[in-house]
């Protein structure tokens, strides 16, 4: 089958060499493509989308082949949440719960605790019928209790702990400090239990978690020790600078010297004495749990900072080392010793401990990341990686903590091996040791969970035992509408198959229909999700088949559409023997006709006005420029009418591709314009115009210079507002006879003027007129620019007063427009009057004092203009002025100097307009400061300082200085909101410098965010300077800081970070303090 452009063509080639009058059924089957071969079923590697018998590869081969039953439903497997055999149950992430979830698979895998959460006894406790109740524990503890059960009972593969998550109040989209979580839980827990009677429940977090030292201070005079004991329930350790765990427990534990101001008041030299003071642990708990201090708060942004130091620590910790061995009393020659036994192997067993937990937090800051555990299985000795709801048991009994605990591995690996029997991380931040005797008390066997099942309260053991049934239930119904939809899929696929085949049957022309090609798409794409068949964008305006639109549609069995219209409805139906258009194929055929002379004749003008062959014997006709660059569009748009909206959806490119292959140079073409007569022309113009409005645009629009030809008519652009021939020569052009005549063919209503047509007298009159006033404007800004010439070059203005001396002021904004009508007296009006009001208060008083030190005279920022004498006797003659204003220095008869003003200054309204402008002067929206990094050894010094030494304004390549900002041309000048104008201040922008839009009401902390964007520089590693003074309050706004509009901010960085990650946390992190756990139930709320 030929390509589809191929087929288009062929459809409508007939038309070139028949009359539209002799267009027969054999022409329109044609122009409807039912003159083409059926393609056989599946004959076609691809569908022919030119041939409407064609329905191969529209989606009906899926149909046909084996079809996966998993295709016809989008429901999980059920059975893949259900808990593997020996695995564990994860814990569900609800937002950024990931740190509350790793401390509580931790705390469940001590036997301990979970046994004596076990034995926990809700007080006031009532009997539960746990399947006619809605019933929650009241407590933390009976939270813990029930989700300790459900973690060990459960044949969920996951739990929710959303009620345990609200019982705390925590909010599960705010990710929180893991480590603080850890302090206040276990507070909060052991307060839970404090009243419990059973002893081994009521102090089980202290028997697993507290150990002791003490702050030990020894007098450096004396030796006299004294000792402060405490418990502690971890141990804080600071990583910063140190590469092994035994360096941070070392760096604990190291003594600190107390001298000078911080001396130790000794009681036995009762007096203050240098001292050393230290940690002694003196006793360990079963479980040693380690914070690593890698979130540390940062004084400058009032926020938290990850250190990603990278920490060694060993499997099997020794702890002997650490702890202050007790001593023993011993006899020698009659006499007590006091002793210490190094050989204490009781001491020594139970401090050594194995580590069963890595706490790791994957991210880059504090504010962002992810929080998993690594546990150790007490009773397999197998390692699990425990990841929110998914569980992953390591390979052998190993720790592996695997390429996640440092995302960034692949930008440098750690220098230097670890060690066997150690690990290393970047990441993590608490390690948990037990000792290990106890690790050998704690593994847990199946016989251990058989008895801990009987330790459970019974309501509890009920709700494990619903959730079970409830959990079995859910997957039974998942199961059943799986296999539902099976079926369903199934009696849709045998119906589909059922159909097409219907629709591609051999039947006869008269029955069949047409159906949208991509209607038939979707529909073999997804039947459930077809829409109703709708045919009304195929319609052409007599209420059948646009034959345009033949090529999107397909010839199909009437008895197949039958089915689709009762199962999807729709229409209105396109049957085939009634639904051809023999006006439309008629009226397309006569427009192909009359474009074939339109090509022509656009030769033929553009070649007749390439040769100037305009005689003043022969007969020429004026035709605007306009209209002749666009008469082809013009044309176009006459033959189509009335634009259809519905006939125009998707017919253009087709028509398009039509007129591009007529529009070729072959003699088949100009054989055919020749038979084409001036009369036939003209009488299909005449038909066309009646009709064709329901054609569509067949050539498009053509492409014109300028909007004002959009709404063109040919030839109206010569006319003047009079509907006469326009004076103006510019906007017409002569053409021969020959050439106007293949106008008028396309245009018979145009407006016609002869070369020897006059054009209109009242704009002829308008236009001296006009003339007439420009010369003398012209004529009055050559004698005031003469008269005024110092004024208008502003050149020798009055700067001081001499004694006695009179000037007059004019408002600046005179001064400017009169300087524009002198330099433009043929696109201006003249000034004819001086406002000086602006220059009064409401008491009709002068609001701009000249200055008490000389120079006297000030411009008050570009606003006012001071005039000589002999320049006021001449504006004060030529121009209307409201109010005279001028300023008198003189001497009295003492011989003070007087200088003073008429009218009289207001110096209440004077203070009044300084403070407003001040107050404006740093009230600003969306204005333009300039950031300019420099490095950060480069001494800061005034902005203005350095545009000076950079700007090749200020400095000639001699060395010359340029004329001062008082020589500036008037050019030079710009305007203010108030309608002012002032020397141009415009700023010129340096190497490395980038603009900001800010707002005064922007803060320095958020104006430190967008400079992070674009600079990768983090707001604590800024140092913003302006003028030389430093930008530090970050909660100040840009107004309270005296920020203008154009300032140049200098900026020095510390640190440069470009790690997008670090940015993108730092954007989001809030310019307030942090909140922490305020308002949560872990502080007693």
Not at 589 to 598: A, E, P, Q
Not at 682 to 711: A, F, M, R
Not at 1020 to 1028: A, E, P, W
Request: charged letters at 30%; aromatic letters at 8%; proline letters at 5%.
């Amino acid at each position: 089958m030929p390509p589809k452009l191929q087929l288009d063509k062929a459809a409508w080639q007939w038309a070139e060499t028949v009359n539209p009058e002799h267009v027969n059924q054999g022409h329109i089957e044609t122009a409807y493509r039912l003159n083409l071969t059926k393609c056989k079923a599946q004959a076609c590697k691809r569908n022919c989308k030119g041939n409407p018998y064609c329905l191969n590869c529209i989606g009906e081969r899926v149909w046909f082949g084996e079809i996966d039953e998993n295709s016809w439903h989008d429901i999980e497997d059920p059975n893949a949440e259900r808990r593997e055999d020996g695995m564990f149950v994860g814990l569900k992430n609800l937002g950024a719960t990931c740190y509350v979830n790793t401390f509580l698979q931790l705390w469940f895998h001590n036997k301990t605790v979970r046994q004596a959460l076990y034995r926990y006894r809700e007080i006031g406790l009532d009997v539960v019928n746990i399947k006619q109740e809605t019933w929650t524990p009241n407590s933390i503890a009976g939270h813990l209790q029930l989700l300790f059960a459900l973690l060990e009972h459960s044949e969920r593969q996951f739990l929710d702990p959303k009620e345990f998550i609200e019982h705390l109040g925590l909010d599960a989209g705010l990710q929180q400090d893991a480590q603080e979580f850890s302090k206040l839980f276990l507070n909060l827990l052991e307060e839970s239990l404090s009243q419990q009677l059973d002893p081994s429940v009521r102090f089980v977090i202290q028997n697993q978690f507290c150990g002791e030292y003490a702050y030990v201070t020894t007098c450096s005079q004396c030796g006299n020790s004294s000792q402060c004991p405490s418990k502690f329930y971890e141990l804080d350790l600071s990583i910063r600078g140190h590469k092994t765990l035994e360096d941070s427990l070392r760096d604990f534990l190291k003594e600190e010297k107390l001298e000078g101001d911080n001396q130790y008041m000794c009681s036995l030299c009762s007096k203050k004495q240098n001292a050393i003071r230290s940690i002694q642990l003196q006793n360990l708990p079963p479980v040693l749990n380690l914070q690593l201090l890698r979130f540390v708060f940062d004084k400058k942004t009032g926020h938290k900072k990850k250190l990603n130091s990278f920490i060694q620590f060993p499997e099997v910790l020794d702890m002997s080392k650490f702890i202050v061995k007790k001593p023993r009393i011993v006899r020698e020659n009659e006499m007590e010793v006091i002793d210490i036994d190094p050989e204490d192997e009781e001491m020594d067993a139970n401090a050594m401990y194995s580590l069963t937990a890595v706490l790791i937090h994957r991210g880059p800051t504090a504010y962002s990341g992810h929080y998993i555990a690594h546990i150790k299985d007490m009773d397999s000795r197998t390692w699990y990686k425990y990841n929110d709801e998914e569980i992953e048991k390591m390979k052998g009994s190993n720790l592996h903590l695997g390429t996640e605990d440092d995302p960034q591995e692949g930008q440098g690996k750690q220098k230097g091996r670890i060690p066997k029997g150690s690990h290393g991380s970047k990441n993590a931040y608490m390690l948990v040791y037990t000792r290990q005797k106890e690790v050998e008390n704690n593994s847990y066997s199946k016989e251990d969970s058989i008895v801990s099942k009987t330790l459970i309260p019974k309501h509890v053991k009920d709700y494990v035992t619903y959730d079970n049934e409830k959990f079995e239930m859910w997957v039974a119904e998942k199961m059943l509408m799986r296999d539902r939809n099976i079926e369903t899929g199934k009696e849709q696929q045998e119906l589909t198959k059922e159909i097409y085949l219907k629709l591609i049957a051999e039947i006869p022309q008269d029955q069949r229909e047409w159906l949208g090609i991509k209607w038939l798409n979707s529909w073999l794409e997804d039947p459930s999700k077809a829409k109703a068949i709708d045919n009304k964008g195929f319609m052409c305006p007599h209420g059948k088949l646009d034959p345009h639109c033949a090529g999107k549609l397909k010839c199909v069995s009437t008895s197949g559409a039958d089915m689709l219209y009762n199962e999807y409805g729709g229409g209105p139906r396109l049957r085939v023997a009634d639904s051809l258009c023999h006006t439309c194929v008629k009226q397309h055929c006569n427009m192909m006709r009359l474009k074939i002379k339109m090509v022509d004749d656009e030769k033929y003008i553009s070649a007749s006005m390439k040769v100037n062959n305009i005689q003043k014997n022969v007969c020429s006709y004026w035709v605007g420029k306009a209209s002749l660059r666009s008469w082809k569009r013009l044309a176009m748009e006459r033959l189509d009418g009335t634009r259809n909206e519905n006939n125009s959806k998707g017919n253009t490119s087709q028509e398009e591709e039509a007129i591009e292959e007529l529009s070729d140079e072959s003699p088949k073409h100009n054989m055919e314009n020749k038979n084409l007569g001036n009369d036939e022309t003209q009488d299909n113009l005449k038909s066309s115009t009646g009709e064709v409005d329901s054609s569509s645009n067949q050539n498009g629009p053509v492409k014109v210079e300028g909007d004002e030809e959009e709404d063109l008519k040919f030839n109206f652009d010569v006319l003047c507002d009079h509907d006469k021939l326009d004076p103006d020569i510019s906007c017409r052009k002569l053409v021969p006879d020959h050439v106007w005549d293949r106008l008028r063919q396309y245009f018979p209503d145009c407006p016609e003027f002869s070369q020897d047509t006059p054009s209109c007298d009242l704009c002829n009159i308008m236009n001296r007129e006009e003339q007439e006033s420009k010369e003398m404007n012209k004529l009055l800004a050559t004698q005031q620019k003469s008269a005024l010439s110092d004024l208008f070059a502003d050149k020798k203005r009055p700067l001081a007063l001499q004694t006695p001396q009179e000037v007059n002021v004019v408002s600046a904004t005179f001064v400017t427009e009169w300087r524009n009508f002198v330099r433009e007296p043929l696109k201006r009006e003249p000034v004819t009057e001086i406002l000086n009001s602006t220059l009064l208060c409401r008491h009709l008083k002068y609001l701009y004092p000249p200055a008490n030190i000389p120079p006297d005279l000030s411009d008050h920022g570009g606003k006012i203009v001071y005039l000589w004498p002999r320049e006021w006797e001449v504006i004060s003659h030529s121009f209307a002025v409201d109010y005279e204003i001028s300023v008198v220095k003189t001497a009295d008869e003492d011989g003070r100097v007087l200088v003073f003003t008429l009218p009289e200054v207001c110096q209440e309204c004077v203070d009044d307009r300084i403070v407003k402008e001040e107050q404006a002067r740093y009230e600003f929206t969306n204005a333009i400061v300039y950031i300019r990094k420099v490095p950060k050894d480069q001494k800061l010094v005034n902005t203005t300082d350095m545009e000076k030494e950079e700007d090749p304004d200020f400095v000639q390549q001699n060395g010359n200085k340029f004329r001062t900002s008082i020589e500036e041309p008037p050019e030079k000048m710009v305007k203010l909101a108030d309608g002012t104008r002032r020397k141009s201040q415009r700023h010129r922008k340096s190497r490395g410098e980038k603009e900001l839009k800010v707002s005064s009401t922007d803060t320095l902390k958020e104006l430190k965010l967008q400079i992070m964007k674009l600079f990768s520089v983090p707001p604590f590693d800024q140092n913003l300077t302006v003028s030389g003074v430093s930008l530090n309050d970050d909660a100040a706004t840009l107004g309270s800081l005296m920020l203008s509009p154009g300032s140049v901010i200098m900026l020095q960085a510390d640190e440069p970070v470009e790690d997008p990650m670090v940015l993108q946390d730092l954007i989001q992190v809030s310019s307030g303090p942090e909140a922490g756990f305020k308002g949560t139930g872990l502080l007693g709320h």
